[in-house]
């Protein structure tokens, strides 16, 4: 009896160690891993400057847009420009007040600048200056000789465009000064009499006042004058001179 209860106590001491042992304190779990560090944010971009030189022009003048920007994966400029490198100018030319927009971009974002070019309309043309010549200038640079053929008075045919440029021409002379006068001067070739020259030279003149009196020249602003073969303008005694003194001159009243 004695021994079975030893034997029920080593049992009950037996199992309360095992017991004891099973229930022992178990370690803290392992503490949490940090959390991954944030990246920072991207900067937007920097414009330094946006400008336009001159901000002031006429229609159609050109402008000179300059600009420059930090950071920037992308740079565009509206109004027809489209995408621009960071640094540069550009030459436009509006026709009216208009407002240029730049945006630069990166992953941070965007910025923007802008700058207006106002146009002003061109100032009106300069009233035409006046004329440099005189009356006498015009006459003597502008009004031809009418020339003649042999022992003829009347205007020949091929002549016929230089009268009616002298027409023009004494027209505006007569419009730029009404009391100017102009002689018409008969001259001759060297053969024939002096009286018979003076004669033709005299005709000669009339046969071209005639003429410029129907194209409609005032008859009173023109005078008539022979000199017949006293005043050539070529001495030679050779046909081509004596065409060259067969003419009608124009030179001023007297």
Known sequence: MTKRRASLAAATMLALFTAAGCHKKAAPPPPPPAPPA?????????????AAEPDSVNSGQPSQLRWSVNDATSVEIDNGIGTVSPNGRRAVYPTATTTYTLTATNSGGSSTAAVTITVTSAPPPAAPAAPTQ??????????????????KSDVRPEDQPILQADATALKTIFGMDAGFVVTIEGHCDERGSAEYNLGLGDRRASAVKDALVQLGLPADKLKTISYG????LCTDAAEECYARNRRAHFSTGQ
Do not use: G, M, N
């Not at 073969?229 to 050539?232: F, L, W």
């Open 229 to 232: 073969k006293e005043r050539p």
């Open 134 to 151: 005189s009356v006498a200038e015009i006459l003597a640079r502008q009004v031809q000789d009418l020339h003649f053929d042999y022992d």
């Open 38 to 50: 944030t990246a920072p944010a991207a900067a937007k971009p920097t414009i330094s400057y946006f």
